[in-house]
């Protein structure tokens, strides 16, 4: 999957996750296993994956978890539909990350890889909405810069330039509620 880790990316959220959920809760990890999902287990969580369906379509997984937690690293802006899978969480905790839209860079594509594509890069207010109107109300967040190792006019702003958005939210008892 990953030729090497996005270090500072998996520093940053797993002192984000320490900061929000205990070890002793159960974690839904959307996505296959993955390596970040091995660090969270060998910090001591007890994590569970989806089976690489397509959360679009099929949401059984999500709907039939017991976790108490649902964690989202990098998976939202590959859905064409995240709002539904957001609604569909039955957990009161949830952990997403998204890569921010970048005014300056088009939309992530892999040319080889369907499932490796973005159809949503949020800015920082549409993924505080969608969390809001699926239900959810944001109790924490934080952005940092994702510079890389090139040189010219896009890698300088990427040093600068928001990259992820990391958000911790729990389900609103009434959603919907407080939406005119």
Partial sequence: ?????PEKRYRLT???????ISTEEKILDLGVPNPFSEIMKAEGYLV??????????EMDAIG?????????????EHLVAPFNVLRAIPSDKILASIPLKLWFASAYQSKTDPWDR???????????????K???EIKDSMQWAHPVGKFGLRPLLR??????????????????????
């Fill in 14 to 20: 797993l002192d984000f996750l320490k900061k929000h």
């Fill in 1 to 5: 999957m990953y030729a090497h880790y």
């Fill in 48 to 57: 569970e994956n989806t089976g690489g369906e397509d959360l679009d379509i």
């Fill in 159 to 180: 040093r600068f330039t928001p990259r992820y958005y990391l958000v911790y939210a729990e389900r609103l008892q009434n959603p919907g509620s407080d939406q005119k």
């Fill in 64 to 76: 039939k978890t017991d976790a108490s937690v649902v964690t989202a690293f990098e998976i939202l």
């Fill in 118 to 132: 973005h159809y949503h890069e949020f800015e920082d207010w549409q993924f505080d909405w969608l969390l809001q």
């Fill in 134 to 136: 699926a239900g959810w």
